[in-house]
């Protein structure tokens, strides 16, 4: 069968079944020129060597082209804004004006204390309550978090890492006083600990104890939550540190590797949970190789579930995936470039075909964004999406000599990087040794002398200067925010029933020195409004907490 045919067969079955279950946005797409785009483009030659083994069609295995057989001639991506900030109050009052505006789901920032298994009124939060995401010391902070946004009608991404457990169990809490069960809400936590080990630093537990925990909220969800990822396997961190492209892959997929692994051993059987995995890359300025970077990592994945772990069901397969434009790559020369920046990046990510977005705003490299700031970078997305005609046809860019190139390329250098990596024991025992973090300081360190040696130039930064330039409005986070969030924890602690804190948070210290799962006995204490912190601490008595090894 040509590959003509097999297209009008891929049509005929996986395309037709989709469409009746989700109709296209148009009957038509076309160019301004009356072009029509085709539902996607391949070989206008029949022979073209390895197509079908590369490439194949959206929807199906290796996935190359795209993990639906409609992309977003069916639905958009989702817009989804990372916001959060001070007090649960005023974060919840930006979620609403967000999705006024036309963003279509929600993403969490939390603070450093909260990310850190701190209270507001531990000493190590002092100065860093609500300053980089909002402040959450219990589940009453998560009820007026959600105040009046209906948790089964909109999906919720939380990037927390080592108090993923915690936070996921309040969340549930409160779709249930809302009225809307476990197995009715979906989003994403982030939940991947291993590159907060070799790249950003919120770890609390050590490596083995760390892994328990995600795998006990694997088992868990599987059963009780089944539309929630549970976990978010994040390359952006990695780049975000100054890895190159490649080593964001490669990095990112033996961490998901790892987790497979772990999964497996804790008895669970790969299908039953790897559906649910889900994906966070970077993009950044690099516009051809951010695009085949993506495509790489989607046939990467589909080929490691197949072939290592011996995935049967085509979800198990399918690399789904979160996209941040570079946070690292705004610059405070200038800050209005930054816009410029993240069109492309964010180009980048629809033409490499990703399921969610967040567009950074201009003034992050300042401070927290405005709230002018966080609408333009929310009105790219939907220029994008409205206007340019990338969404209108699946891969535009397969087939280009160029893009291909790349994605093989991209493939193989990741690939050998994941052999080193298997070598040395897996990802847990490389990180153990400092491989990944020497590998991403040494390109960190070289990308910094390309832009101080004027090979790499940056925009505003050392070259096309300006002298004077005027500083724009920022927001800032005010003390009393602070002093706020400490006065409603005492309030909260004064009304609670102590006793059944103290019964819930013994409980889970049986459970941490047993073998059951964590997740049952973090819900109860949750519900008895026991705070982050006081479920943190109880877990650092049993398993202690980690100690960097420092690699130079």
Known sequence: MSISEKKQAWQDTV????????????????????????????????????YEENLGFPGQYPFTRGVQPTMYRGRFWTMRQYAGFGTAKESNERYKYLLQAGQTGLSVAFDLPTQMGYDSDAAMA??????????????????????????????????????????????IAVAEKQGVSADKISGTIQNDILKEYMARG?????????????TDIFAYCKDCVPKWNTISI???????????????????????????????????????FAPRLAFFFNAHNNLLEEVAKFRAARRMWAKIMKERFGAKDP??????????????????????????????QALAAVLGGTQ?????????????????????????????????????????????????SLTDQIEQAAFDYIEKID???????????????????????AYQRAIETDEMIIVGVNRFTIQNEPQPELLRIKEEVEIAQKKALADMKAKRDSAKVQEALKALEAAAR???NLMPPILQAVKTYATLGEIADVLRGVFGVHRETVVL
């Open 15 to 50: 395309v037709a079944k989709n469409i009746a279950k989700s109709p296209e946005r148009k009957p038509e797409f076309s160019t301004t020129s009356g072009i029509e785009m085709e539902r996607c483009f391949t070989p206008a030659f029949e022979g073209y060597e390895g």
């Open 126 to 171: 002092a100065g860093e309550v609500g300053k980089v995401g909002v402040a959450i010391d219990s589940l009453a902070d998560m009820e007026v978090l959600f105040d009046g946004i209906p948790l089964d009608q909109v999906s919720t991404s939380m990037t927390i890492n080592s108090t993923a457990a915690i936070l996921l169990a309040m969340y």
């Open 202 to 214: 919120t770890y609390i537990y050590p490596p083995r104890e760390s892994m328990r925990i995600i």
């Open 234 to 272: 994040s390359g952006y961190h990695i780049r975000e540190a100054g890895s190159s492209a490649v080593q964001e892959v490669a990095f990112t997929l033996a961490d998901g590797i790892a987790y497979v692994d772990a999964a497996i051993k804790a008895g669970l059987s790969v299908d039953e």
């Open 315 to 344: 979800r198990s397969m399918m690399l789904r995936f979160h996209t941040q434009t570079a946070g690292c790559t705004l610059t405070a020369q200038q800050p209005d470039n930054n816009i410029m920046r993240v069109t492309i």
């Open 356 to 404: 969610s977005l967040h567009t950074n705003s201009r003034d992050e490299a300042l401070a927290l964004p405005t709230e002018d700031s966080v609408r333009i970078a929310l009105r790219t997305q939907q220029v994008i999406a409205y206007e340019s005609g990338a969404a209108d046809s699946i891969d535009p860019l397969a087939g280009s000599f160029l893009v291909e």
């Open 423 to 445: 070598r040395l024991g897996g990802a847990v025992e490389a990180i153990s040794r400092g491989f990944q973090q020497k590998e991403i300081q040494d390109s960190a360190y």
């Open 514 to 516: 047993g073998t059951d």
